[in-house]
């Protein structure tokens, strides 16, 4: 018997959580904290747990881990190399937010620190044995180094997605995930509504927008994550011959990358790609930047700080610029709330901006169709759907199919 509990990230996204008890162990996947808002999950017992596994980087799976060390936890967390060597970047970036936001601070430099001396690198498909079940790792896609870790008793298989992409992208290949025997499947469920179009039909257009702002005499300005969108902007746009600046944590983000080229599906393209764009290391070379007609990939992705906030207040009343985001937007945040008004709300701006503005959907996560074509072809006996702040449509659908499947809530208990 394994009973699974739902400490967060349930009929939510953010601040994933779960709590895994079998016979004789205890183990905790993820233990993340909610990015907007800084909520954080339900908290557990840490010296009950004798092992944590991190599916990957992202401070919504990540963000709140170095606190178990603060609070007394004194065994290991398993994940593969990039994820923890991204992790590093994105914690201690974490811990800035807080003092900026004026939290109380969540943990301190020290913890994390203590969290990489007690990391344990695990690959693919190596299981990682304890008394009473293995843990293996399988490719989750999504972003480099992202797993799905999968529980095995010897009685019970439990699959966890973690954040999942089946389509390749330039940066990462498709998920490789188990497609038998699989008794729970515990599956992200972020665009359980909706499918993403074709990922080089948006390549496509966002080439011709680029080529179309950057010949017209403008700035391509792409708020971009620093982890995955801006590498894959770069491999998407590197060759068309212009300028390309970096602002920002992708900068950082993109030489841990090349450090993990075992994770990348072009690593000697991306290699040449940041070779040739041109790095900002200072505030004060912004202004020579903006000079001249070019491409500038910076953070913040959904714009709420950052270095995009420069380059917004000096080219929002510029006809000839674009501003093109690739990601979701975030409720509450900069980036939302100018799609939703057509006005840029920003550290004393409040503005209607004369650059051109298009959004293109490069989502890093799976969505509607591929969710159900795998379900399909691996036919688990139960299917739990969390990630997700609107899985109901997609739970009666997967009922439709003939298999039993729930979206629990935070809190909930369910035995296996």
């Not at 180094?145 to 290949?173: E, N, Y």
């Not at 270095?307 to 990601?327: A, D, H, Q, W």
Request: glycine share 8%.
């Amino acid at each position: 018997m394994v009973e699974i509990t739902f400490l967060g990230g349930a009929r939510e996204v953010g601040r994933m959580g779960m709590l895994l008890r079998t016979q004789k162990e205890t183990f905790l996947w993820e233990y993340g904290i909610e990015v907007q808002d800084t909520l954080l999950p339900i908290k557990p017992d840490v010296k009950s747990i004798d092992a944590v596994f991190l599916s990957h980087c992202h401070i919504d799976h990540s963000g709140l881990l170095p606190q178990l060390y603060r609070d007394g936890y004194r065994n290991s967390v398993h994940a593969t190399q990039a994820t923890f060597d991204i992790s590093y970047l994105l914690l201690h970036d974490s811990i800035k937010v807080q003092k900026k936001r004026g939290e109380p601070p969540l943990y301190l430099p020290g913890h994390v620190e203590r969290l990489m001396e007690k990391r344990k690198e695990i690959g693919y498909k190596n299981p990682i044995k304890f008394a009473d079940s293995q843990i293996t790792l399988h490719d989750a896609g999504h972003i480099p180094g992202a797993a799905a870790p999968m529980l095995d008793t010897g009685k019970k298989r439990i699959l966890f997605t973690g954040d999942l992409k089946f389509a390749d992208t330039q940066l990462v290949g498709g998920a490789k995930l188990p497609e038998k025997d699989i008794d729970i499947l515990i599956c992200e469920s972020t665009y359980s509504y909706k499918d993403h179009p074709p990922r080089e039909k948006l390549r496509d257009r966002l080439r011709e927008t680029v080529q179309e702002t950057v010949y017209g005499g403008g700035i391509a300005l792409i708020p971009s994550f620093a982890v995955g969108r801006t590498q894959e902007m770069l491999l998407m746009l590197h060759d068309l011959g212009f300028p390309i600046f970096l602002d920002g944590m992708g900068i950082e983000a993109t030489e841990i990358m090349l450090n993990n080229k075992e994770f990348l599906s072009h690593p000697h393209e991306l290699q040449r790609a940041f070779s040739r764009a041109r790095k900002i290391n200072r505030s004060r070379e912004r202004k020579n930047v903006i000079a001249n007609p070019c491409i500038v990939i910076t953070t913040a992705g959904m714009m709420n700080g950052g270095p995009v906030s420069y380059y917004m207040k000096n080219l929002y009343n510029r006809e000839k610029c674009s501003l093109i985001f690739t990601g979701y937007q975030v409720e509450g945040t900069v980036g939302r709330t100018l799609l939703d008004t057509g006005r840029y709300v920003n550290e004393g701006l409040n503005v209607k901006p004369k650059m051109r503005i298009e959004q293109m959907d490069f989502s890093a996560h799976t969505d509607r169709s591929h969710i159900i074509k795998y379900i399909k072809k691996s036919n688990p006996g139960r299917v739990l759907f969390v990630h997700g702040d609107n899985p109901d449509g997609l739970v009666k659908d997967v009922r439709a199919m003939g298999f039993d499947c729930i979206a629990p809530k935070n809190g909930d208990k369910i035995k296996v």
